[in-house]
């Protein structure tokens, strides 16, 4: 393996330092891309990686080449298969983030019509450790920045233009001392975090903002509702959430491929409840980590195993 790893473009497999775009690329200038975020985690105990829920990424991915008229060659099926014959190629034998991006790759600046413009398709393979410190509660801060209505941009996946707005959310939010930053819509409810959806407990219920509070319909955000209702037996209802409820929520926790599930111990200098991880966040995180890595029979499926080669 070249010690900068594989790449896929082009319609093959290329050294990841050859794995280059034009500066004109249309994708470059207007933000004419969708991606995906996929996680790979690797089980040492039983040496192998297991790839979550990829199938469905890519089925998300599909849906967002289809709004941004992006058209792509190849099924959900071959897509996964690109995926899995790079992970070997790679042969990494630790956590990895895969990347996945379709694009419009035409090198045409000044051309706003989608469908004039040539589509391409790229993957990256990087190993990847945590995004946010899951050993602790984290600091958030409600950004000034609002989520974008879908009527604007659409929200429901994930086009590469959308996260301009997560950044900046992101960037004021650390720049301020906190860890990460939560996102209102336009009409002061809640939406997500800035890669993240969002979730509330009081008693057994849990809240999270519904697809149409312009929030992105994760997957993590998916497993999640599925844990909780299936394994502990909670109610999770998706439904409208006020600002005023974060601070009075008994727990809030956050949940994204990068940050997997992620307590929030405080917000806007309020502490959430005792500011600690709370009971039901552990709970699911539990579960979620024995699910990711292969060791929850009753999830299984939502896994790929991947031996390395030795």
Known sequence: MSKHGWAYLGGKQVPLK??????????????????????????????????????????????????????????????????????????????????????????????????????????????????????????????????????????????????????????????????????????????????ENLFIVNGETISTPCETDNCLLGITRDSIIQLAEAQLGLKVVQRRIHRSELYLADEIFLTGTAAHITSVGELDNRKISTGKLGQITGKLQDLYFSAVVGENEKFYDWCTPITPIN
């Open 18 to 195: 050859e794995a280059n775009v034009g500066i004109m690329t249309h994708a470059l200038h207007y933000g004419t891309a969708v991606f995906e975020g996929i996680r790979g985690n690797w089980n040492n105990d039983k040496g192998q990686m297991y790839v979550f829920r990829l199938k469905e990424h890519y089925e998300r991915l599909l849906r967002g080449c289809n709004i941004m008229r992006i058209n792509l060659p190849f099924s959900v099926d071959e897509y996964c298969k690109i995926t899995l014959d790079l992970l070997l190629k790679n042969n990494f034998k630790e956590d990895v983030y895969i990347r996945p991006l379709a694009f419009k790759g035409a090198e045409m600046v000044a051309n706003l019509k989608l469908h004039e413009l040539s589509d391409e398709f790229a993957l990256i393979i990087l190993p990847f450790g945590s995004y946010i410190d899951n050993d602790r509660p984290i600091k958030c801060q409600t950004s000034s920045w609002r989520r974008p209505e879908d009527t604007i941009m659409p929200t429901g996946v994930k086009i590469t233009g959308l996260y301009t707005t997560s950044i900046l959310a992101k960037t004021e939010a650390v720049s301020a001392g906190y860890d990460e930053a939560i996102l209102l819509n336009n009409d002061g409810t809640v939406s997500e975090g800035s890669g």
